[in-house]
């Protein structure tokens, strides 16, 4: 589920520092999306939303629902908010992290790079470069565009000649008026799907910077987060 999330937030950081472009798109899928997307997102000074994530684990019939608020704001602070089941707040600056849960009296203090092994959603954060660089844009099934209303880009890891990619592709749903991201859905290779819906989005509203700052307690304890493999 770590994995997933960093994803995420790699996905909504780099789109919103112009980190992340689409480039050009493939026949089938509207380059004036691409256009909009990207448009959208280089203007956006701010966000603020509240989301639901779901992960489907592969082989068991329920998965494990969470929500909360997510905070950005240029350049590089996000604060995500977990509300429900449990409160969990995630800070990130640039490739910093700092995770911390109240009940356990404990923040854990790492990167970006040690939450997932796979080097292309990190790249998206860090590098200027294309989202083309690491995925490739294709024309969404038609199980992936459902309501036809919506505009859906479907981004499908490019083979690195190293490890297999641990995702298969990534859904982004998008607002057919504003196009900001409403949902990213990621199906892994192990047959996993995390799912985060966005809503009451706002944008440029002038999210206080120090909101996203994180000041440790006095009372808590202070871990190195452990890198995944």
């Given at each position: 589920m770590m994995k997933a999330l960093k994803v995420v937030l790699s996905l909504i950081i780099g789109f919103t520092m112009n980190a992340v472009t689409l480039g050009a798109s493939p026949s089938g899928v509207s380059q004036s999306v691409v256009d909009k997307v990207e448009a959208q997102y280089s203007k956006t000074k701010d966000l603020q939303a509240d989301f639901t994530q779901e992960t489907l684990f592969d082989g068991?019939?329920?998965?494990?629902?969470?929500?909360?608020?997510?905070?950005?704001?240029?350049?590089?602070?996000?604060?995500?908010?977990?509300?429900?089941?449990?409160?969990?707040?995630?800070?990130?600056?640039?490739?910093?992290?700092?995770?911390?849960?109240?009940?356990?009296?404990?923040?854990?203090k790492g990167t970006l790079t040690q939450l997932a092994a796979s080097k292309g959603p990190l790249a998206l954060l860090q590098d200027a470069g294309t989202l083309s660089q690491h995925f490739s844009v294709v024309d969404s099934s038609s199980e992936d565009r459902g309501n036809k209303k919506i505009p859906v880009l479907t981004l499908v890891p490019k083979s690195t000649g190293e490890k297999p990619p641990t995702l298969k592709k990534i859904v982004?749903?998008?607002?057919?008026?504003?196009?900001?991201?409403?949902?990213?859905?990621?199906?892994?290779?192990?047959?996993?799907?995390?799912?985060?819906?966005?809503?009451?989005i706002q944008v440029n509203q002038g999210v206080s910077a120090r909101l996203l700052q994180f000041e440790v307690p006095s009372d808590v304890v202070v871990v190195e987060m452990p890198a995944l493999r």
């Open positions: 068991f019939e329920t998965g494990f629902s969470s929500s909360g608020k997510l905070y950005l704001k240029k350049p590089g602070l996000l604060r995500w908010d977990y509300l429900e089941p449990s409160k969990e707040q995630i800070y990130v600056d640039g490739d910093q992290v700092l995770m911390y849960v109240p009940d356990h009296q404990q923040v854990v982004l749903k998008l607002s057919p008026d504003s196009f900001l991201i409403q949902e990213i859905t990621l199906f892994e290779a192990s047959g996993n799907v995390s799912r985060v819906a966005f809503d009451h």
